[in-house]
């Protein structure tokens, strides 16, 4: 794990509520590949400059998932701030240019949504100014952790992960692995009006150094569980995350970081794992052959669970994770 020394970035202004809901989890052998393929078979992003600029990108188009700002990324580069063209009208009184070209995001319980940049728009007549959030949506918005941190440790329960604290000296951040207990979480899914609770086996410990910030602790804990929602440690069920547990040791320490580095950024915390990615180059400079797939939906999985109560995983996928344990 590495070791986070975060440097906060200057606060600007309050945290808004996300303008969209997060993407659904994609499914199907053909969207699970579609982003890889974009990656080693075009070699769109190997480069360190371009995959650096995707990361930025992704970073401060925090209105949408980090999965839907790259699909937004990838048709569209120098875009801003997107949205469908009834939002536009209804919440901007703006209207799309004839002949804009649309761009497609995947859409919460549905397919596909089109969206448009802001430029593909104009004014209705007497419409009032765009708010920042339209005209410099990529400001930084503060920097310190708020609820995100307890609502992820909890949030972490639902997948069997205990996270605690130890005393581990300045020089050692956190590390996550497999669980030698044999006992049951109690992952909290309802407080009002009585707190309601599910058992869950606990599968994974996650060891914080206590001596850190919130701000070094939660950065810590994007980078372990990107490498267990990643797939680096095995699956208890491939509904939940794929097991990529052969994945070849560079590249997962290029996807951790990733995940962590997008997870930070998108809540305005700047830290070190932009610095970090230099070290996982290949010999001439280029992005090892990772899985943009899994570093988006593992980054919006850990951006999900620091901002709202997630719900037990399905009696079926339940199901099917207690047979795996079996065989």
Not at 79 to 97: D, Q
Not at 118 to 133: F, G, I, R
């Amino acid at each position: 794990m590495t070791d986070y020394g975060i440097k906060q970035a200057p606060v600007s202004h309050d945290e808004q509520e996300t303008l969209f809901p997060p993407m659904p989890q994609a499914s199907g052998r053909s969207s699970l590949a579609a982003l890889d393929e974009l990656f080693t078979l075009t070699k769109q992003y190997r480069s360190k400059r371009s995959y650096h600029e995707l990361l930025q990108f992704v970073a401060r188009f925090r209105f949408y998932s980090p999965y839907n700002a790259m699909l937004v990324h990838v048709q569209r580069p120098g875009s801003t701030f997107v949205a469908s063209p009834s939002r536009w009208l209804k919440a901007y009184h703006r209207t799309i240019r004839p002949g804009a070209q649309p761009l497609v995001i995947l859409q919460p319980k549905g397919p596909v949504m089109f969206v448009f940049d802001v430029s593909d728009t104009e004014p209705e007549k007497n419409a009032p100014p765009l708010p920042m959030q339209v005209v410099n949506p990529f400001e930084v918005r503060r920097g310190t952790v708020g609820k995100e941190l307890e609502c992820v440790v909890e949030n972490a329960k639902r997948d069997g992960i205990r996270i605690t604290e130890r005393n581990a000296g300045s020089q050692s951040a956190g590390q996550i692995g497999p669980s030698k207990s044999s006992v049951f979480l109690d992952f909290k899914v309802k407080v009002r009006p009585k707190p309601d609770y599910v058992k869950v086996q606990l599968r994974y410990e996650l060891l914080l150094n206590d001596r850190h910030s919130r701000e070094v602790r939660y950065a810590t804990i994007a980078h372990e569980l990107a490498h267990l929602y990643c797939g680096h440690l095995g699956s208890p069920n491939p509904d939940w995350w794929p097991d990529r547990s052969n994945y070849d040791k560079t590249a997962r320490e290029m996807e951790a970081e990733s995940v962590c580095y997008l997870v930070c950024q998108r809540i305005g915390i700047d830290n070190p794992s932009e610095q970090y990615l230099a070290d996982y180059l290949d010999k001439d400079g280029n992005v090892p052959p990772i899985s943009l797939e899994a570093v988006m939906k593992a980054a919006g999985l850990i951006e999900q669970m620091g901002r709202e109560r997630m719900q037990p995983r399905k009696e079926k996928e339940a199901k099917k994770a207690k047979n795996s344990d079996l065989t």
